[in-house]
């Protein structure tokens, strides 16, 4: 079955600096990858996703790449800011199940 | 339009007890899950209802674990008798499209412990 590995569990930045977390996944069968916010309490809510056909979408701050060659995808936040503080996760879909990564803890300080 | 909806938000009982979690997903949606987070873990996939068919149960636990969806709205998740590990959180999600992927609305959550 599909595996979906992210990295880091834990990400620290300033406020204006990019974030990057990385995901790699298994099922090379897999052809949407969202992106899941989580804050504190509050339920997942997806930010941006990407499908196996697009190498790169961009939505304001946010920006994901697909490698389907590499299977790995990734998330950059630009500029960041305190709300950004949250619990990132990426998954993999196929036939409709999201297969989750473990999460990443990004705390933004202002 | 309302949200995935949840009942109750947090639950706390005893090894043994048994607990009937509810989720009521977007009107429409035929595609309803439910997801498990354990101890700050990773969520993971439990089981996915098209209407009111399970189309894929793989990642249900155990047999204490009972999933329904009669007449394909609200669906509920029975674990009986609950044990210590099945603390967490459980997520259920709707979507309107499945097997090529889209997006699934999450509810809020409901908080299990078991002590």
């Not at chain 1, 790169?56 to 800011?81: G, M």
């Not at chain 2, 309302?2 to 938000?9: E, K, L, N």
């Not at chain 2, 009982?13 to 899950?33: A, F, M, W």
Request: proline fraction near 4%; charged fraction near 25%.
């Amino acid at each position: 079955g599909e595996n979906v590995e992210q990295h880091p569990s834990t990400l620290s930045v300033q406020e204006g600096d990019s974030a990057v977390i990385k995901c790699t996944y298994s099922d090379s069968a897999s052809n949407y990858f969202p992106w899941y916010k989580q804050e504190l309490g509050k339920r997942p809510q997806l930010i941006i996703d990407i499908r196996s056909n697009v190498g790169e979408k961009k939505d304001q701050r946010i920006a994901v790449t697909l490698n389907k060659t590499a299977k790995h995808f990734s998330l950059h936040i630009t500029e960041t800011q305190p709300e950004d503080s949250a619990v990132y996760f990426c998954a993999a879909v196929r036939w409709g199940k999201l297969i989750f990564g473990q999460g990443t803890e990004l705390s933004v300080k202002p | 339009e309302a949200g995935v909806t949840q009942f109750p938000s947090h639950s706390v009982i005893e090894k043994g007890q048994t607990v009937t979690l509810r989720c009521d997903p977007i009107s429409g949606h035929d595609n309803l899950y439910w997801y498990r987070r354990v101890m700050g873990k990773e969520i993971k996939f439990l089981l996915h209802f098209v209407k009111e068919s399970k189309q894929d149960e793989s990642g249900m636990p155990n047999n204490r674990f009972l999933a329904e969806r009669t007449g394909g709205t609200y669906s509920t998740l029975k674990v009986q008798p609950a044990e210590l590990e099945d603390s967490g959180v459980y997520f259920c999600a709707s979507s309107q499209v499945s097997a090529s992927g889209g997006e699934q609305y999450f509810g809020p959550g409901t908080r299990l412990t078991v002590t």
